[in-house]
């Protein structure tokens, strides 16, 4: 009779433990149960006969002299692919150290992916203090740790949870194996770690795009750093994403005071103005804070004639000083949306969609995220800046968010701040547009980063999570979010690096150094830091030293794997940039 789900035990001992698991199991669950030693030698120890028997009444298979660092290799096990690979208490034997320790458990993870099926499990269990985790009571240093997330990572896996393991619940188990030796591990305070694969990391790419401006037709590139966050459709009507329920708890509530107007235009992401007009949009916002593009083709359609013009290739997008950007704000459509024949005073129009800025990689700010702007006409008398303000505070101050009131010559608005991201929002009379409209009248705009806000209501450590591919993040929120968010990769491993060079301060970007670190490293760099800035007496260059947190909150990410990202940043630095690595 077929089973269920296939499990397969290495690293036996006396197979107590596989025979309990065995019988408590139940009759769909088939056990394959291993171990390293001879058959004679394994049969020397008290109890073997016996739970050998057990298993083999309930029709599980014994395997002897099986090494589970090369699972594959074994001939009764090259062609079977099993749920779920348990090691319990896994060890070198005799007085090996935690290096040792910690090759073995590498060795074992990357034979185990080998036999495990694709939504499949590993079990480690390891003494209490072992593993490395803030689950272990006390936490040892990590260096004097079996540091068995990192070890699970070498081989794609995360560790997504931890149990207490409840040795009283199998009849029978008499752990054995200690330093080789026919006494048992310290089971008491003892950790089953449980680890999951996790998907591949994806290595960013440039994207033909195509957008139509009115009569024009533009083509471009966009900056591989951004390939990530296109075409994601999380506000689409079928979308259960975090940031789609934001949006649609926010239009709920205004909806209670205004009436609101949802438009459905989809804008496109490629604007068409100069840099005082987007400057103008967003107070803070800066030159080289926008990704300006420069266009590989563009066509004009009218009815007399189609016109191209060609655009030399270039790697460089910021140097070009054409008028195309992709949008940093919403804000740039105010315009199109009060023009519009349907616009009227008293109601509100929302709408939503992606911005673009070129910000410097830390763990609080995304280069791409959804915004929610709402602009509407009010009479003046009915203060609508600070009804607004009012609205949202009642919403919003249970998140730890306030308002800051901010009066700029004629320019009066309100920001609001969260203590991670101050400014991620702002609620602003828009004086240079409504002055053509009739007196007594007042535009009012407000627009907020949605994912921000969506980190904050669901408890999202970290923003990256929010465009995780990985359907674990979005089946949280199906078929509706069930409180704050619950990690799937548990305690990932971090990893500094620095790197250094020297560079011409008349012609360095910062920004630009942090794109390039985006795209080398597929955004799995958390934070960068600059440590130390040395300029030459003499010379004139000067000298940079960054410090890169490496840590992915959805995937596995080992030490050999960031030492080939370092690498392929520093390839990359030098090709594309006018600087000398030390």
């Known amino acids: 009779m077929s089973k269920t789900r296939e499990v397969l035990l290495v690293g036996e001992g006396n197979f107590s433990f596989s025979a309990a698991l065995s019988e408590t199991a139940g009759d769909d669950v088939g056990v394959t149960a291993t171990c390293f030693q001879s058959e004679n030698e394994t049969y020397r120890q008290e109890g073997v006969e016996l739970n050998v028997q ?56 990357l034979s185990a992916v080998a036999v495990l099926k694709d939504n499949g499990e590993v079990h480690v269990t390891l003494c209490n203090g072992q593993g490395g985790t803030p689950c272990d009571s006390p936490m040892r240093e990590w260096h004097n740790s079996w540091q068995v997330v990192a070890m699970a990572a070498e081989a ?15 009849q029978g188990y008499r752990c054995t194996g200690y330093r080789s030796q026919d006494k048992g591990f310290h089971v008491e305070g003892a950790l089953t770690h449980i680890f999951t694969p996790s998907l591949p990391h994806t290595v960013p790419e440039k994207l033909k795009m195509e957008k139509t401006l009115g009569k024009e037709t533009v083509c471009f590139e ?27 708890q926010l239009h709920r509530e205004l909806k209670s005071i205004w009436p609101v107007c949802t438009i459905n235009e989809d804008f496109p992401e490629l604007v068409n103005c100069l840099p005082e007009t987007l400057e103008a949009c967003h107070p803070t916002l800066t030159h080289s804070e926008v990704y300006w593009i420069k266009p590989t083709d563009t066509y004009v359609f009218d009815q007399s004639e189609t016109k191209q013009n060609d ?6 997008q910021q140097s070009f000083t054409g008028s195309y950007a992709l949008r940093p704000s919403l804000l740039l459509h ?25 910000v410097p ?47 700029t010559g004629l320019e009066q608005q309100v920001w609001i701040n969260s203590k991670m991201l101050p400014k991620f929002g702002r609620i602003t009379y828009l004086s240079s547009i409504s002055s053509a409209v009739d007196e007594g009248l007042q535009l009012v705009a407000v627009s907020v980063n949605l ?31 069930l409180g704050l968010f619950s990690p799937f990769s548990l305690y990932p491993p971090s990893y500094l690096h620095d790197i250094s060079f020297w560079m011409d ?76 690595l030390r």
């Open 334 to 358: 105010v315009q199109e949306i009060t023009q519009n024949e349907d616009f009227s005073p008293g109601t509100l129009y929302a709408v939503s969609g992606l911005v673009f800025q070129r």
């Open 156 to 170: 794609g896996l995360i560790l997504s949870e931890i149990r207490p393991f409840e040795y009283e619940m199998y």
């Open 311 to 316: 655009y030399e290739s270039t790697d460089d």
């Open 505 to 580: 301060p008349e012609n360095y970007d910062e920004l630009d150094f942090h794109a390039i670190v985006r795209e080398a490293s597929c955004g799995v760099v958390k934070n960068v830091a600059l440590v130390d800035r040395f300029r030459h007496p003499h010379m004139g260059h000067a000298s940079l030293c960054y410090r890169l947190t490496y840590q992915s909150s959805d995937r596995a990410l080992s030490n050999s794997q960031v030492l080939g990202l370092q690498n392929q940043l520093r390839r990359l630095l030098a090709l594309r940039m006018q600087v000398t």
């Open 54 to 109: 057990r298993l083999r009444e309930r029709g599980s298979v014994v395997l002897f002299e099986v090494d589970c660092t090369c699972l594959k290799e074994h001939e009764a096990l090259q062609h079977h692919l099993f749920d779920c690979v348990i090691f319990n208490f896994p060890h070198c034997g005799r007085k090996s150290g935690v290096k040792k320790n910690r090759v073995l458990l590498m060795k074992f993870f």
């Open 451 to 481: 994912d921000h806000l969506a980190t904050l209501i669901f408890g999202i450590s970290d923003w990256r999570l929010l465009w995780s591919a990985d359907p674990r993040f979005l089946k949280h929120f199906e078929p509706s979010p």
């Open 222 to 248: 966009l900056p591989a750093e951004l390939s990530n966050y296109i075409n994601r459709n999380f506000l689409g009507q079928q979308s259960h994403h975090p940031v789609k329920t934001v949006q649609e």
């Open 361 to 407: 990689i830390c763990p609080i700010r995304s280069p791409a995220f959804h915004q929610l702007l709402l602009v509407g006409m009010f009479p003046v008398e009915s203060h609508p800046l600070q009804c607004f303000q009012d609205c949202l505070e009642s919403l919003l101050i249970p998140y730890d968010v306030s308002f800051e009131e901010v009066q």
